[in-house]
């Protein structure tokens, strides 16, 4: 019985230290050193090899690295492999760390004192309470609720939306493609924390950024293909949008050149809203393996008819 790392090298290596230490009897290996395929029985990848259960005749879990699996050729993992994605304190908390400070920058109209900076110009602008400034999250899952739980404190007026119905404390929660428009129009910051799937690929686009009240903000730490980014660039050109912070884009990196690197009211960085924390996935994994053992639910299993 053995564990196969298939992602970043590097990250794999603290794994095996990790694993060595915590389950000294679980052999550990790293793509592409496979040992005896047959032996293989856990599988954690950002991307799994294609056809995984021929390689590996005993495969009986796979685990993503990352909290999405939109990665995933999940064809290729046959019914009865249940895949598993990862929620872990780390990504929780870098995520709920990151959206904080989006949020905060554009409350605290951070990129309009960056421009009057840059043209040496010392005005203040209106100082709006947070009880005045109308957050949005798409997606009330793991992330999208431990966001919302923090930005809650601050004050701001708070909703979310989902697929299914959700209760978050303080929290004004809406469900389903019916309410989608009546959460937009009372939302002057959106953030994307949605899974990416055939239902949310290219979501945030035109017609949902004419539903925002005008001049309302982006944060966009979903999945690149989620956002239609030259409907973005539209918006802010028109001030329907008023600007935008995305961790994530489609391509990644964009190419060179493409207006939104150098777009004055568009903030970019590369992918780093959250990473997977290895002594907590770590943590995880072998609490999962533990569940796996026993029959019992694992933590993060997702629902394959649905994608996410
Ligand atoms: P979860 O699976 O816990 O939550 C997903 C949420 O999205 C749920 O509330 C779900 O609704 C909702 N949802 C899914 N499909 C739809 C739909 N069609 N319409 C309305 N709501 C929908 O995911 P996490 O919170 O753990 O992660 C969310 C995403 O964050 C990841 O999939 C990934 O894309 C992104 N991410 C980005 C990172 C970065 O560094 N930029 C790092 C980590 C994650 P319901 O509650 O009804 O199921």
Redesign the pocket.
Known sequence: MAFLYKADPARGAQWAKLFAQKAPDLPFHIWPDLGDPAAIRYLAAWQPPEDPTRTFPNLEVVFSV???I?QFDLSGVPAHVPVV?M?EPG?IE??VEYVTQAVLTIHRDLFDYGLQQHQQVWRELPLKPASERRIGV???????TAVLEKLRLFGFACAG????P?EIQGVDCY???SALDQFLARTDILIC?????P??RGLLNAELFAKLPRGASLIQ???GPHLNQQDLLAALDSDQLHNAIL??TDPEPLPAGHPLWTHPRVRITP?????TRPESAVDVVLENLRRHREGLPMLGQIDRT?G?
């Open positions: 990352g909290a999405g939109d994605r929620i990504i870098g995520m798409l997606g009330l899952g793991v992330l999208g939306w989902s697929r299914s959700r469900a389903g493609e924390l949605l899974p990416l799937t239902a949310t730490t979903g999945r961790d994530v992918h780093i809203a959250s990473a649905q996410y």
